[in-house]
């Protein structure tokens, strides 16, 4: 299988940087943005909040269907095999596509299972509990140096919705919390000693694990990368 390219002039690519078109497997990927920084779209309410069109210029992998709101994003992950079997035109326009074994599109992940923490995405990765976990391993993977994560807020919202309607909201706070809370806690003891800087953009989260940056400074750091 290979990723879908529908919407290819509208990539941008750096001096130098391999063409996409061509890396259709996840090895392909690895360590391609060595000391660079990424932003991570995740899927809370805390993203109302801000305005996105300042990341126009930097690079963004969005999650699940946050290309529904956000449609210029450099990647795409998510690990909902039945929402892109069954609705493969939400995607059609995304660039570069990462998704788990058996979608009908986008570049394979291998889920090795929930608890742990790959850092070789050629023999898989752990879903976490969240798509946010999974695609913080492979935003390190490909190795981004500073990592800001929005919308990763952790915490029961009066409206906790995702992008769309999803039936698993309702029981994140009572359920799916304590185990994401868990994992990022993991992660963050396994990147300590490592390059890789992950900061959390959301003022009051629920996760304490990573450093709290406002959205406004992150674009003002990741700013300093771009020439």
């Known amino acids: 299988r290979i990723s879908r390219w529908p919407n290819r002039e509208k990539l941008r690519f750096a ?4 063409h996409l078109e061509t890396m259709t497997n996840i090895l392909d990927f690895k ?11 995740s899927s809370r309410p805390s993203l ?21 709101f956000y449609p210029d994003a450099r990647y795409q992950c998510t690990m ?40 070789d995405l050629e023999m898989g990765v752990y879903s976490g509990y969240s ?22 807020d952790l915490r029961r919202h009066e409206d906790d919705q995702f992008f769309g309607t999803d039936n698993d ?16 806690e993991y992660a963050a003891q ?5 390059e890789v800087n992950v900061y959390n953009c959301i003022e009051n989260s629920g996760l304490d694990c990573f450093p709290e940056v406002t959205f406004d400074e992150a674009l003002e750091l990741a700013c300093k990368s771009i020439k």
């Not at 300042?54 to 529904?68: D, E, K, T, W």
């Not at 390190?140 to 500073?146: I, L, N, S, V």
């Open 190 to 194: 396994v990147l300590k000693d490592t």
């Open 31 to 41: 360590n391609i943005h060595k000391g660079e920084k990424i932003f991570i779209l």
């Open 131 to 152: 798509i946010s976990y999974l695609a913080l391993q492979l935003a390190a993977y490909m190795g981004f140096e500073d990592i800001y994560c929005l919308g990763l």
């Open 80 to 119: 909902d095999i039945e929402l892109v079997n069954d609705s493969p035109e939400m995607f059609s326009s995304v660039g570069n596509l990462f998704t788990p074994e058996g979608c009908s599109v986008g570049i394979p992940l291998k889920l090795l299972g929930a608890e742990g923490f790959s850092q």
């Open 15 to 18: 001096p130098g940087e391999r």
């Open 169 to 184: 909201s309702g029981r994140l706070g009572n359920t799916q919390f304590p185990w994401l809370l868990k994992m990022f």
């Open 48 to 68: 109302s909040n801000l305005n996105l069109d300042s990341l126009a210029g930097h690079i963004v992998l969005g999650l699940n269907r946050s290309n529904l």
